[in-house]
């Protein structure tokens, strides 16, 4: 331990022994009296502290000591019930939406898609964020030099998900220099990284500081990275403040060699309001490397980012993208719709619809199967569209995405997919006989009817995966969205036999009404009553009502779905994206 401590302090001369580049003018933040309660738990207990311009700064402490929620307040992200924070000697929470586009956030999920080079996603970020007006060559421009400053020009056409962890990391802190903040805040990010790797990413933001003139405030659990930031912070439980000061400082405070027994220290019987004490009472006689007042700053110059119409052609453009890069996504995207359609082709036996030999079963059974598959199409393309982006779409809400513009450029991409789908799954089945012989306004119908219930399946599966909190979930989520549609759809009973409970049950199942629909337009009715098999006429009873709504009733209906579904998601992601204000 004491060869590893020498070598960080070999590593930290160094840094600072190199040859001096003039920074720009950083920011000092000055923190006064952040409290946080949630219920009668205080999480953040009256915490004051001062970072000066271009320092690296450390908050640490033992699980859930609030050092998250001390980060977010400093940055304005989440700002505490109480106390005020200032930029430059400039209230921070008075004016918010200007603050928070103007400083570096880095959540520890990657806020950068996987698929996509490094260059391109830095490309689409700086699109979306920097205003409308800015040409290529400065999109190109400002991308470079934050590849520059991160060192990642040589892996600039690497596709980010096969970067390694620090790299990713940096990409992450490269998407957040695209608009050349004074400051940075970065919740724990060297997570996950090896001790070698967290060693290197933490000397690029001491580069950050010195070079570029930022700022840098992090979070961590690693004691190596405490012994290469400029100050530290100490919380003890509760979130009270149990030291501020240099990492030398904090060594002597607590009387220990390594900062691991720190976490020790404060861990002991000693109540977190004492330790808050005890620092208060000595703060004024600690070697804390002394106090520099900057000068009164102004507020940031106001940034206009890109309008509602250029976020969805961004946005746009990278999911589809993204889409085409992914291949496994793009096999199931393609390969699902024809393995479903197939195995139709070879389970239902052809002429069904055979007005002098009708199958009744069989009509319904196929009728109510093709209605499924354009359900179950537009779920599964959206269950996992939102849930994969909530670092990357909060984080981008933060700095003025605007929401519509995000939801709306995903049924862009994947609405005209499923409208494709639905014709060649007609076209298929009809090829196969497995369909009647109908007219071209009657497949037309039919197309519009399936189109629409994969526009509602695609808009719940955006709601589910909003509202889920993982990938995992999402994924438990769809046989939990499609046993409903397949039970009281109609099919496998009809609405008029159910329960009342059961009948309340279908009436918000879209695919109920696609199916009714769908056999309107074929005329099911007409051929269970004239066909030539005896089912026809009772199994007609059994359906009661059911089929007897003009095609336009049955288009309201799915429309009014539709509807619902991505009003429901944008209310449920502006909740998940929630920027609290003072």
């Known amino acids: 331990m004491r060869a590893g401590r020498a070598g960080l302090q070999q590593e930290r001369a160094a840094a600072e022994a190199a040859p001096a580049v003039q920074p720009k003018a950083g920011v000092r933040i000055d923190a006064r009296g952040l409290t946080r309660r949630v219920g009668t738990a205080t999480i953040l207990g009256d915490v004051s502290l001062g970072i000066e311009p271009g320092e690296v700064v450390g908050i640490a402490g033992g699980s859930g000591t609030g050092k998250t929620t001390l980060l977010e307040a400093l940055g304005g992200v989440r700002p505490a019930d109480s106390g005020t924070v200032q930029f430059d000697s400039v209230d921070v929470y008075s004016h918010l939406d200007a603050f928070r586009t103007a400083l570096g956030y880095v959540p520890q999920d990657d806020i950068i898609h996987a698929e996509l080079p490094l260059r391109s996603t830095l490309r ?59 400051v940075f805040f970065l919740d724990e990010p060297t997570s996950g990284l090896d001790p070698a790797t967290g060693a290197e990413l933490m000397q690029v933001l001491r580069k950050l500081a010195k070079e570029e003139g930022a700022t840098v405030v992090l979070t961590t659990h690693s004691p190596p990275d405490l012994f290469l930031c400029d100050r530290v912070v100490f919380l003890a ?46 703060r004024a006689s600690l070697d804390d490397g002394g106090d520099v007042t900057s000068a009164v700053g102004s507020l940031p110059q106001p940034r206009p ?13 990278r999911t589809a993208e993204t889409m085409l890069r992914n291949r496994l996504t793009l096999a199931i995207l393609v390969g699902s719709p024809i393995a479903v359609t197939a195995m139709y082709a070879l389970l ?15 009509m319904i059974q196929i009728g109510y199967w093709v209605v499924f598959a354009s359900f179950f199409f537009g779920l599964t393309y959206g269950l996992l569209q939102i849930c994969t982006e909530r670092a990357i779409v909060s984080r981008e809400h933060m700095v003025g995405l605007k929401l519509g513009a995000y939801l709306m450029a995903k049924v862009a991409v994947l609405l005209p997919f499923l409208v494709v789908v639905n014709v060649a799954m007609l076209g298929v089945m009809r090829l196969f006989n497995r369909l009647p012989p109908d007219s071209m306004t009657i497949y037309t119908e039919l197309w519009v009817t399936l189109s629409l219930l994969s526009a509602a399946a695609l808009c719940l599966g955006l709601l589910a995966s909003t509202a889920v909190g993982n990938p995992v979930q999402a994924t ?20 008029h036999l159910m329960g009342t409970v059961g009948v309340l049950i279908s009436v918000i199942q879209p695919a109920r009404w696609a199916f009714e629909a769908v056999g309107h ?62």
């Not at 239902?348 to 199958?359: E, M, N, T």
């Open 476 to 495: 438990l989520a769809l046989p939990m969205l499609c046993f409903p549609a397949v039970l009281f759809s109609g099919a496998v009973l009809p609405v």
């Open 521 to 582: 337009d074929m005329g099911a009715r007409d051929i269970f009553a004239h066909g030539g098999s005896p089912l026809g006429p009772p199994l007609l009873a059994s359906y009661g009502d059911a089929g007897l709504l003009p095609t336009m009733g049955y288009w309201a209906w799915l429309a009014t779905f539709i509807a619902v579904f991505l009003a429901g998601t944008y209310v449920v992601l502006r909740w998940r994206c929630r920027v609290v204000s003072r």
């Open 348 to 362: 239902f036996q052809p002429g069904a619809f055979d007005l002098a030999h009708p199958s009744p079963t069989a």
């Open 237 to 282: 439980r509760g979130g009270q403040l149990a030291f501020e000061g240099t990492p030398d400082a904090a060594l002597r405070y607590f009387g220990v060699m390594h900062f691991s027994e720190i976490y020790l220290r404060l861990n002991e019987a000693t109540s977190p309001e004492e330790w808050s004490r005890r620092f208060a009472e000595q």
């Open 124 to 182: 689409y970020s700086a699109r979306l964020r920097l205003a409308a007006s800015t040409g290529a060559v400065e999109i190109d421009a400002a991308i470079d030099d934050a590849m520059r400053a991160l060192d990642m020009q040589h892996r600039a056409r690497v596709r980010v998900g096969a970067l390694s962890g620090g790299q990713r990391k940096r990409a992450s802190i490269a998407v957040e220099l695209l608009t050349k903040p004074r």
């Open 305 to 317: 980012g890109a309008g509602w119409v250029r976020q969805w052609l961004v946005s746009t453009q």
